[in-house]
């Protein structure tokens, strides 16, 4: 899809594992260079080793002045800037009396902070590029559930901020999308989701799985794409049906079998 003497650029946040993985993965295939963002040192220097295109840039997305630096680097090894992904993300699933507010801010800092400090500081070289952003939201900011008052909360804010981006930005030719992922067993998902959510989320699923890491970059590098170049504003569930499907799917699923 692109001239290999100048291929456009992206930055990908969380980018060391799991879904930032696999979408610097699936850029890198289709020809743009990609700069990888991550805070988790170690893990980002190993994976980043070998792959032709790409860059690590150690930063932690919650942080002001990391960020900053990030972008002045970013810009520094490649002159541009045509899709931002901003992937990084964590998990905390309590009950609202055990959320106290150091739990809350760790939370908000990443999931949301994160994406408003890396869009701003990127958003001049967007504008040069007429480029992307693609935020990275969820189901559960989409639908509420328990245990989620936090991590729930900052995804709900996530697509909002996402509206709000691609209202002022349309006019510079920035186009703003969100993906929102039903569950991907990542180290992330691990983490939080017991036998009784995996088995809760199978009942809901029309497609009665869990995604797989590439399926969700597939959705994130089409928004980033020119291919999507008359797309913005929206939030593309990657879910296997969970967000468009209401009451009683497991019993109609077992009627139909029949
Ligand atoms: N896995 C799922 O089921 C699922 C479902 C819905 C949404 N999501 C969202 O997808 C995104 C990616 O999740 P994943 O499952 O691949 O997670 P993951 O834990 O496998 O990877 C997240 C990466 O982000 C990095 N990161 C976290 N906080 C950071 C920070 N402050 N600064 C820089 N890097 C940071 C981590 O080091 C890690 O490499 C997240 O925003 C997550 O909320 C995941």
Same mark, same amino acid.
């Given at each position: 899809?692109?001239?290999?003497?100048?291929?456009?650029?992206?930055?990908?946040?969380?980018?060391?594992?799991?879904?930032?993985?696999?979408?610097?993965?699936?850029?890198?295939?289709?020809?743009?260079?990609?700069?990888?963002?991550?805070?988790?040192?170690?893990?980002?220097?190993?994976?980043?080793?070998?792959?032709?295109?790409?860059?690590?840039?150690?930063?932690?997305?919650?942080?002001?002045?990391? =960020?900053?630096?990030?972008?002045?680097? =970013?810009?520094?090894?490649?002159?541009?800037?045509?899709?931002?992904?901003?992937?990084?993300?964590? *998990?905390?699933?309590?009950?609202?009396?055990?959320?106290?507010?150091?739990?809350?801010?760790?939370?908000?800092?990443?999931?949301?902070?994160?994406?408003?400090?890396?869009?701003?500081?990127?958003?001049? *070289?967007?504008?040069?590029?007429?480029?992307?952003?693609?935020?990275? *939201?969820?189901?559960?900011?989409?639908? *509420?559930?328990?245990?989620? =008052?936090?991590?729930?909360?900052?995804?709900?804010?996530?697509?909002?901020?996402?509206?709000?981006?691609? /209202?002022?930005?349309?006019?510079?030719?920035?186009?703003?999308?969100?993906?929102?992922?039903?569950? =991907?067993?990542?180290?992330?998902?691990? /983490?939080?989701?017991?036998?009784?959510?995996?088995?809760?989320?199978?009942?809901?699923?029309?497609?009665?799985?869990?995604?797989?890491?590439?399926?969700?970059?597939?959705?994130?590098?089409?928004?980033?794409?020119?291919?999507?170049?008359?797309?913005?504003?929206?939030?593309?569930?990657?879910?296997?049906?969970?967000?468009?499907?209401?009451?009683?799917?497991?019993?109609?699923?077992?009627?139909?079998?029949?």
């Amino acid at each position: 899809m692109t001239n290999s003497s100048n291929p456009p650029v992206a930055v990908v946040t969380g980018a060391a594992r799991g879904i930032g993985l696999a979408t610097t993965q699936l850029l890198l295939e289709d020809g743009w260079h990609v700069a990888m963002i991550d805070r988790d040192e170690p893990e980002l220097m190993k994976v980043s080793n070998g792959l032709t295109g790409a860059r690590p840039f150690v930063c932690d997305v919650s942080v002001p002045e990391d =960020v900053d630096q990030m972008a002045r680097q =970013v810009l520094a090894w490649s002159g541009r800037i045509d899709a931002l992904v901003n992937n990084a993300g964590v *998990a905390d699933f309590g009950p609202m009396a055990d959320t106290d507010f150091k739990r809350w801010r760790t939370v908000m800092e990443t999931n949301l902070d994160g994406v408003f400090l890396c869009s701003q500081a990127l958003i001049p *070289a967007l504008k040069q590029t007429h480029g992307a952003i693609v935020n990275i *939201a969820s189901i559960s900011g989409l639908r *509420a559930s328990t245990l989620r =008052v936090a991590y729930g909360t900052s995804k709900a804010a996530v697509i909002h901020l996402t509206k709000q981006q691609a /209202a002022e930005l349309g006019e510079h030719n920035v186009r703003v999308n969100c993906v929102a992922p039903g569950p =991907v067993r990542t180290k992330l998902a691990i /983490a939080v989701h017991s036998p009784e959510i995996i088995a809760a989320y199978h009942d809901a699923i029309p497609l009665n799985r869990y995604g797989a890491e590439h399926e969700i970059a597939q959705a994130i590098v089409f928004l980033a794409s020119p291919k999507a170049s008359y797309i913005t504003g929206q939030v593309l569930a990657a879910d296997g049906g969970f967000e468009s499907t209401g009451v009683g799917l497991p019993a109609l699923r077992t009627k139909l079998d029949k």
